[in-house]
């Protein structure tokens, strides 16, 4: 990681496992700030910080080329805490031993801490725990050997040195994930750790200070221009530039594509005229999006068209601005950008990873951009929910902040489009089309193994076609792992009875945008009104160009749970939602079938392109 240390704070080195985010999520949540660095940072580059967090992993650590930390953490004189892969490389590295476990354990198990006739001393992380509590674990090696200094304080059935601690130095291993819910005191332990570290107090109202002060010295006497989305994180950060430098050293931008959800522009154009806010310029170029878009199906084509298109209308309406406002004078101006923590490091995780997509604050013309020191990015190190939270203190309404995430080309990835009347075609004649099951004419994104694949969705008709089971949701799984024409199952909720669907070529237009807008609008209102809002961590809505009348179309509903989008289990809606949802969707004008996406990703991706 560039720049000074975080002075104070609770460092986590990455070895690459799902865990590091949640273990700083978790620790500023107890109020004190954590950061996440590559495991081999250089330990001169740790000096200040209060302690220092290993954190999980998938490899073994006796392998060649797993990842490794330098040894050189140990001499900071900070507390160190070893978490399952952390737990054995610090053990492997400190001149114990790690081996393939007899039993390798995945899941719940019980721990049982030493008792204080054989541990006489001090154990700041279990004393006062019960003696036996449920953990969560994951691994196929242990520790077989302890390091010189060290003593055990936790076993499980199967793993004897499930914890380990060298009280003197403040070295601490533990082999269970205590980062997760399941596992009980998890919290407590690592907040016991936390404390231990005596860091530095972490808040968001004291970030906020901070933050205010580094805009100011980061500004200068320069202007900032932003482009806001109507997404969370740019419009958070558009109000925190306006607090902090006023409405007169900030201009932004909004591009209407015609392509946002219902209200969406008009909801963000009273939040800021409540706060006074009246520097944003709103330009509407939804004609000019619905042109270009003309005769476009492919889905990488929809999105590049998209992409290009806002880079247009943003070159246009900045030269325009340029021309009449003092603010935009070459030389006396920054990018403001929205960029979020979890955007911009590269960890042990993402290090190795072969890049899926390019997040777009960081395409190349951006970061030869930030190289100049010609970028702002107020947020650049608080989590979602902490930019959430932010944005509420800041006087943002709370609907508009805990908003689900909603994809940069909108309703766009949303709308499903046919060049001919048939996709794929030779692949479905291959596929039984017995009742209840019927393969749909169009395909969609999903993603299986490392790839990306390009496939059918097939649905499944039911008696009681509001009713998940436990059937169901098996063979959502099923299907697309032997059937490699398929990634996705869809319940129909409209119709119990199998019908035959055809395709329609269309393309994205004002009408079908229309259309998605008013199933999406009933969508959210019923997720609301049902209470589910904040328990679904996204619902996309998609409109599907076949239908069982000529010209019909066809609705999908994707309510999925995840942490971070990376992977997401389909959310299991109550049936009277179901029911309600379906039935006032059935009622819009050229709706002619509901169905519920009943995949989890992989093998379906969240969004359908
Ligand atoms: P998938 O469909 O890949 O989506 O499972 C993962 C998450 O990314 C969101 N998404 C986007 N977000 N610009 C964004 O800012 C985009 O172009 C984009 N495409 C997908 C999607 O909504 C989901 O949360």
């Known amino acids: 990681m560039e720049g000074p240390v975080h002075t104070g704070s609770i460092a986590i080195l990455d070895f690459g496992g799902q865990y ?137 059935k199967d793993c004897i040195n499930a914890a380990m601690m060298n009280a003197e130095r403040r070295f601490f291993g533990i082999q269970w994930h205590n980062e997760v819910t399941h596992t009980e005191h998890g919290m407590e332990v690592l907040e016991r750790f936390a404390k231990l570290c005596k860091p530095a107090q972490w808040s968001i109202k004291s970030y906020a200070d901070h933050v205010g002060e580094q805009i100011k010295k980061d500004v200068g006497d320069r202007k900032v221009f932003m482009l806001v989305s109507g997404g969370v994180d740019s419009t958070v950060a558009f109000t925190l530039l306006n607090k902090v430098l006023g409405a007169d050293r900030v201009q932004g931008l909004l591009v209407d594509t015609g392509l946002m959800r219902k209200g969406e522009v008009k909801m963000i154009e009273e939040a800021f005229e409540k706060l006074g806010i009246n520097n944003l310029h709103i330009e509407e170029a939804s004609e000019e999006f619905f042109r270009k878009l003309e005769g476009v199906c492919d889905p990488e084509e929809k999105r590049k068209v998209i ?59 951006i970061q030869k951009m930030i190289d100049q020191g010609l970028v702002i990015e107020p947020l650049k190190e608080l989590y979602k929910d902490e930019v959430r939270i932010l944005g509420e203190e800041l006087g943002l309404p709370h609907e508009l902040v805990w908003r689900h995430p909603f994809p940069g080309p909108g309703l766009g990835v ?100 229309d259309l998605l807008r008013e199933a999406d609008d009933v969508v959210l209102h019923e997720m609301q009104r049902a209470g589910l809002y904040e328990k679904i961590w996204q619902f996309p809505v998609v409109l599907l160009p076949c239908g069982t009348k000529p010209g019909g179309q066809s609705i999908v509903l994707r309510p999925i749970e995840s942490t971070d989008a990376m992977t997401a289990n389909a959310y299991v809606l109550p049936s009277a939602v179901l029911q309600s949802m379906t039935k006032r969707i059935m009622a819009l004008p050229g709706v002619d079938a509901v169905f519920l996406d009943l995949t989890n990703k992989p093998p379906g991706t969240i969004e359908w392109e």
């Open 20 to 156: 590091a985010h949640l273990i700083a999520s978790r620790i500023r949540r107890f109020g004190y700030p954590s950061y996440i660095y590559p495991c081999d940072t250089d330990p001169e580059a740790l000096q200040g910080v209060a302690g220092i967090i290993l954190s999980g992993g998938p490899q073994s650590v006796y392998e060649k080329g797993s990842p490794q930390a330098d040894t050189g953490i140990f001499d900071l004189g900070v507390p160190v805490l070893g978490l399952c892969y952390g737990h054995q490389w610090m053990a492997h590295t400190l001149g114990g031993k790690v081996s393939p476990a007899q039993v390798k354990e995945y899941g719940r198990t019980e721990a049982q801490r030493m008792k204080n006739e054989k541990l006489t001393m001090k154990n700041d992380l279990f004393d006062s725990l019960p003696e036996k509590w449920t953990v969560w674990m994951s691994h196929g090696d242990e520790v077989s050997e302890l390091p010189e200094g060290f003593v055990r304080i936790a076993s499980t």
């Open 307 to 365: 992409g290009n298109t806002f880079l247009d209308v943003q070159r246009r309406v900045f030269d325009a601005l340029k021309a009449h406002s003092s603010k935009l004078k070459a030389g006396e101006w920054m990018l403001g950008q929205g960029t979020i923590y979890p955007d911009t490091i590269e960890t042990g995780g993402t290090k190795h990873a072969d890049k899926i997509k390019t997040h777009h604050n960081r395409v190349e013309a």
């Open 414 to 513: 949303r709308i499903l489009c046919a060049k001919n009347r048939e996709q794929g075609a030779g692949s479905r004649e291959q596929l039984a089309q017995d009742a209840p099951y019927m393969v749909l004419p169009v395909q969609s994104v999903g993603v299986q193994g490392d790839g990306r694949t390009y496939r059918h969705a097939i649905v499944v008709f039911h008696d009681r076609p509001a009713e998940v089971t436990q059937d169901l949701l098996e063979l959502a799984t099923k299907i697309p792992n032997s059937n490699k024409e398929i990634n996705r199952v869809l319940l129909c909720t409209s119709q119990s009875a199998p019908v035959k669907f055809s395709l329609h070529p269309s393309a994205i237009t004002r009408e079908r945008a």
